[in-house]
């Protein structure tokens, strides 16, 4: 439940109205499950879990190893096909998305492989009405100002989401390091939405 | 492999040029200077076709204008390269008037002294994306002390850069072993050290080498051409080796898969007389080479 009257009285009177999605994303040590849960703690209707996590575990435990290049592609299309059926399933009011299609792009860029067709066409037609990237919560710097290999690679994950989202034709709004609560604020006032008061 | 560096001052007169035209970035109007950064070239779909640099650099763009760090001159920034709070398709002098108005200054001190830095920070910022696209080829991972448990977030992205770390740890692992045992075996060599000691290293050189070739085969299988290197250049760190066939390359690396003993290496070899002979008289063969004695003409010896 809602802790905010006004946002509960919103969202109820908006339900059968035209869906609007909103995707939250981000690279790793975004901040992004704690932004989650604000979101899921303020009774605004969001994704549950990003499905790609799972069908992640699914391709490990069937495969017995770690993927190797051509395993990326069916994995990203079991994950495209799960975003789809979640942006579907939506048909009326407000709804937040715990990533959205286009962060396919990045994983695609990530490991080298060209946009699946599939996500082309997907990114296309499921459109989303507002992108928020939750820029990293770590500055990935050690105490030298010595930047680690894997701290960049999460860095790089990060900024080829951005670009995802860039080369499927949005325009994403940045949300600075802060606390979910605030974060979540940030993103209600930027919606018009009440804010639902539990920032700090 | 790693690129040349960016030059500073080309890429600050390339954001300069930029400044014209503003965003979108069209093909005409991005320098190759800003084209050929690492993090354009980084995020482009087809690195080698240039309207997908170009649609990088317009994203790359675009991204770092929404974050510029100076919040006073933030506005003035976007304006300045057509993005809101400035319109779409209009002229630098119309964009530089509502520039100079968001960052509260007259219009010609905003051109003569505001401009050229805001145009110095974003170059900058360039630069600096650059740089966190930097690849740190051929060389081991930077490892330092650690004292903290540092937990991986539950995120297929974060689950395969620290599955990538794992396998890169794994192989240059190999390579060092390998490089360790090749270069024992040529100080045994300088030393004129006994004949069976340098055949007996010159194996445990060989299995490890193997050993490291399977496991950068196995890198380069699971991460895409160009992280690092092609199979042959990684296994190439470890040292020289005598000159094998393919054929006796493919078996020498069958017979080390899958993290073999050195006994079951050898065991494996056993009948490869013409393989042990190529690996062992590689080493002797020199200035003075040694003829082997007969009984360890026999596959390669233990």
Request: charged share 25%; proline share 7%.
């Amino acid at each position: 439940m809602t802790t905010d009257p006004a946002l509960a009285a919103m969202l109820q009177a908006t339900a059968t109205d035209t869906p609007r999605r909103y995707v939250i994303t981000g690279g790793p040590s975004s901040g992004k499950d704690d932004l989650i849960e604000a979101v899921h703690d303020a009774g605004i209707p969001c994704m549950v879990q990003e499905p790609g996590r799972e069908i992640y575990r699914k391709h490990r435990e069937r495969l017995g190893r770690h993927l190797l290049k051509e395993d990326r592609r069916a994995y990203s299309l079991e994950v495209l096909e799960a975003f789809i059926t979640e942006y579907t399933a939506h048909t009326g009011g407000v709804r937040f998305y715990n990533r959205g299609i286009p962060d396919g792009y990045g994983w695609e860029g990530f490991f080298g492989l060209r946009p699946a067709e599939q996500l082309e066409e997907a990114s296309r037609r499921y459109r989303y009405d507002t992108i928020f990237v939750l820029d990293p919560l770590d500055t990935f710097e050690d105490p030298d100002d010595i930047v680690w290999a894997k701290d960049r690679e999460i860095r790089r994950v990060h900024e080829l989401i951005v670009q995802g989202y860039y080369d499927a034709g949005y325009e994403p709004v940045f949300v600075a390091p802060d606390s979910a609560g605030n974060r979540l604020d940030f993103i209600c006032a930027n919606l018009r939405l009440p804010k639902p008061g539990q920032g700090g | 492999m790693p690129r040349k560096s960016p030059v500073e001052e080309e890429v600050v007169a390339a954001v300069r040029r930029l400044l014209r035209p503003g965003l979108p970035v069209t093909p005409g109007s991005a320098d190759k200077a800003l084209l050929d950064l690492r993090g354009v070239l980084a995020r482009a779909i087809d690195p080698t076709d240039e309207a997908s640099r170009v649609t990088a650099l317009d994203g790359t763009l675009r991204g770092l204008l929404a974050r510029f760090p100076d919040t006073r001159y933030a506005a003035a920034a976007r304006a300045l390269f057509g993005l809101p709070p400035a319109d779409g398709g209009q002229n630098l002098t119309t964009r530089r008037i509502l520039a100079a108005e968001q960052a509260g200054h007259e219009v010609h001190h905003f051109r003569k002294r505001v401009e050229p830095k805001l145009v110095e920070t974003i170059a900058w910022e360039l630069l600096a994306d650059a740089d966190r696209f930097t690849r740190s080829a051929v060389i081991a991972p930077r490892l330092a002390p650690t004292t903290e448990r540092s937990p991986i977030q539950a995120d297929p992205f974060a689950w395969e850069v620290t599955e990538h770390e794992e396998q890169l740890s794994r192989l240059w692992s190999a390579i060092y072993a390998a490089r360790a045992e090749l270069l024992a075996v040529e100080r045994l060599v300088s030393l004129r050290a006994d004949r069976r000691d340098i055949l007996h290293t010159s194996v445990t050189a060989a299995w490890r080498w193997a050993a490291a070739r399977a496991e950068a085969i196995s890198y380069t299988d699971a991460f895409h051409p160009g992280q690092y290197s092609s199979t042959e250049e990684l296994v190439a760190l470890a040292g020289w080796t005598p000159t094998l066939t393919s054929a006796q390359v493919s078996r020498l690396t069958e017979a080390a898969s899958g993290g073999v003993s050195r006994e079951q290496f050898v065991s494996a070899l056993h009948d490869e007389i013409e393989l042990g002979n190529a690996w062992a008289h590689g080493f002797s063969a020199g200035p003075a080479p040694a003829r082997q004695a007969p009984d360890e003409e026999n596959g390669l010896p233990s």
